[in-house]
DNA sequence: TTGGTCCTACGAAGCACTTAGTATTAAATA
DNA sequence: TATTTAATACTAAGTGCTTCGTAGGACCAA
């Protein structure tokens, strides 16, 4: 009964799995287990259990090589990124990305360096725009 | 047995009611349902439980007026909204709230206007720490 | 006073998430 | 071949979230 629990975003678990399938571009369950941060201790059969159910709900693939599944994420991390960014956006920024763009550059904790880069990515998109 | 399960984040449903009391500044159970969007048909009692519980979780104190509780926001949503983006920011940017905006700035859907006054909220912010 | 209305408090069902154990199978090795 | 190793499949426990029902109390009107 192998049913596809189709759900839209990662849970926490997931996240740090897809996150390091992102990072790995692919890896077997002993090779997720093997890059989660050091305090992680997780069974083996924890970490197979998890990415069998995200291989259901459709955010990995799964192809055999021997005896061993390899996994592979089946959305890039930029898509899920702009998926959630746009989730969060309309629960909690009333459905305007700018006012959560204006909420990260008034807080501290961002340094000139990296609002000055954010200045120049916004000058070349909106030069783009004009071309 | 009064515990205080605390928590950081709002979940999906706390979050709906928190939106509302941001909103209305504060407001009764019966105040909270009547705002909930239209098709949504929940039984006054479970509108009670979900305020009970963000009271014991902190998300907001109540005060009796009469025989009713009046229920106020703990935090203020500009405070959630930084926490809010700076969870995601490790968890789904590598900690680089930059890459955040730029995955934000990148994609369709930001009108030029709205990019317009991003650059002028950044230009008046690095302004600022000049002086 | 009695019945209806509106509130709070509590309990419980159903479901999803997280974790891990057991059983089974397949490969590798001695 | 017999044993050990390592993988998958299944099951289940514990917890938290969501929802609602029931019970009980206060107030108001007939």
Redesign the pocket.
Known sequence: MRQK?K?EFL????LEFMTELWAMGQG???DVLDHLAPGR??????A???L??MEQKEFVTSEKQ????VYKPALAKDAYQSKTLHDLSNKLFDGTPASMVARLVNDKGMSEQALEEIRALLDRRLTENDS
Do not use: D
């Open positions: 629990r759900s849970t926490e678990v997931e077997t369950v002993r201790n997780l069974a083996y059969t924890s197979a259990t998890i069998r159910i021997g005896k061993t599944f």
